[in-house]
């Protein structure tokens, strides 16, 4: 693996802290690299999963209208494909979080299992009826749920597969506990869309991995599977759904073709090409420091709209505090009251923004981007501005 990315010392993505906290914070190295041989892009370093995801592990995924609607046309499809039938199927998704998914699958009485192991986003998904194991999924877990369970007509998994370090042991695991004609489906940020986009904030601690359809193939192959389908996502500002069964057992779309090839076109098999990408990644937290350092020095007033696990990256590497953003707002209430990672910016409900609105808004949230112009048209109609950096910094017409 060569070393292609240097983000610098950062804290967790999702580490929101009081100041009470702030002296005994956690730092470390975040740097990137790629294989060659396994087209693996990865974090080189990555702090023990128990730091990241414990009780208080602050990212529900209901916070967005958006998602909701992704993850009930997400089940739909898994029922519409016959990949789950009737109350005979079994479904065990990893990474349930709050149970945006798996409740529609609870509402139609379906067996199945969330592997969730951040306690208060697994609280609100048992209050809605959903079964979860408070686990961290790996090859003893998988083998457990099959003593108990039976194997698994589908194994589903989104924005998880890249936080799990230890990849070919999840493989393995999900192997073990899939059926011979079981599906295998996830979903992650993709990395074809990082490289496009200069979208560095996709890393962060918890993704040890960005995926390409050709790192996916690679890792699974070894262990039986492979890949059925490919589906580009819009969602987390591109993600891809990976589709895999056991070899043999399905007939494969052209889509997967297709886009291995467009990988090879992209270079996403090449070192050069993460290379060329550290490169853009540097012009652009550059320009995002200049970009609000002149705005402050005209007076301008900004704060940013989420206080996401991926800004952490962009504040910690482009060096902006307090001292150029006022303050982030979030929904959240797990985040509200706190300050954000590293630099330590304070975090106030949605009502702070629309009270005291900035002149300017870094969309630190650029993913929920048509969500959050549409809930705050109030703030462009009296001349309020939002700010991005991607695919390159500039103000937003
Ligand atoms: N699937 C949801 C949540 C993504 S956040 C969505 O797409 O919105 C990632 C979730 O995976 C967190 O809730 C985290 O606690 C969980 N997680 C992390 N490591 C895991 C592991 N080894 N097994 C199962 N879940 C894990
Ligand atoms: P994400 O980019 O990782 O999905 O995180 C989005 C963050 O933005 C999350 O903390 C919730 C917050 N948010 C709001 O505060 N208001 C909104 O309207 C949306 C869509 C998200």
Redesign the pocket.
């Known amino acids: 693996m060569d070393l292609v990315l240097d983000l610098g010392q950062q804290p967790l993505g999702n580490g929101f802290l009081l100041p009470d906290q702030f002296g005994e914070e956690y730092f470390f190295p975040l740097q990137c690299g790629f294989s060659e041989d396994s087209r693996l892009f990865q974090l080189i370093e990555q702090p023990a ?1 128990e730091l ?3 009780q208080d ?1 602050a ?1 529900f ?2 916070t967005s209208q958006r ?1 909701k609607q992704h ?1 009930a046309d997400f089940a739909e499809d898994v029922i519409s494909k016959g990949f789950v039938t009737d109350t005979s199927s079994f479904i065990v ?6 149970g ?2 798996l409740t529609h699958f609870a509402q139609k009485g379906i067996p199945h299992l969330g ?4 306690g208060a ?2 609280d609100v998904a048992e209050s809605q009826g959903i079964t979860v194991t408070r ?4 090859t003893n ?1 998988a083998q457990r749920i099959l003593t108990e369970h039976g194997q698994a007509d589908v194994i589903s ?4 597969m890249c ?2 370090p230890d990849i070919n042991e ?1 493989a393995q695991g999900i192997a073990l506990l899939l059926k011979e004609d079981g599906v295998l489906i996830f ?1 992650d940020p993709y990395l074809g869309d990082v490289i496009r986009l200069t979208s560095y904030d996709q890393i962060y601690d ?1 993704h040890v991995f960005l995926f390409s359809a050709l790192s996916v193939q690679s890792i699974f192959n070894s262990v039986g599977l492979e890949l059925i389908d490919l589906e580009p996502q819009s969602t ?1 500002g591109g993600s891809m759904r990976y589709t895999l069964v056991k070899t043999g057992r399905r007939t494969i779309s052209p889509a997967v073709q297709e886009i291995l090839n467009q990988e090879l076109t992209q270079g996403l098999d090449k070192t050069d090409t993460f290379v060329q990408f550290a490169l853009r990644v540097k012009e652009s937290g550059a320009a995002l420091r200049n970009t609000v350092q002149k705005l402050r020095r005209q007076g301008k007033s900004i704060a940013a709209y989420g206080a996401t696990s991926k800004s952490t990256t962009v504040y910690n590497y482009a060096g902006i505090g307090p001292e150029l953003i006022d303050f982030i707002c979030d929904n959240t209430p797990l985040k509200q009251g706190k300050f954000s990672p590293g630099v330590h910016i304070p975090i106030y409900s949605e009502n702070r923004f629309r009270d005291t609105p900035p002149d300017y808004a870094f969309l630190a949230a650029w993913n929920h981007v048509n969500e959050l112009r549409e809930h705050n048209k109030a703030f462009e109609n009296t001349g309020g501005r939002w700010i991005t950096h991607v695919p390159n910094v500039h103000v937003l017409e």
């Open positions: 999963p990241m995801f414990h592990y990212f995924s209901g998602m993850f998704e990893l990474g349930s979080n709050d945006i998914f592997v969730e192991p951040s986003v697994a686990e961290f999924f790996d877990l998994a989104a924005n998880v936080h799990i999840l979903e918890e987390h």
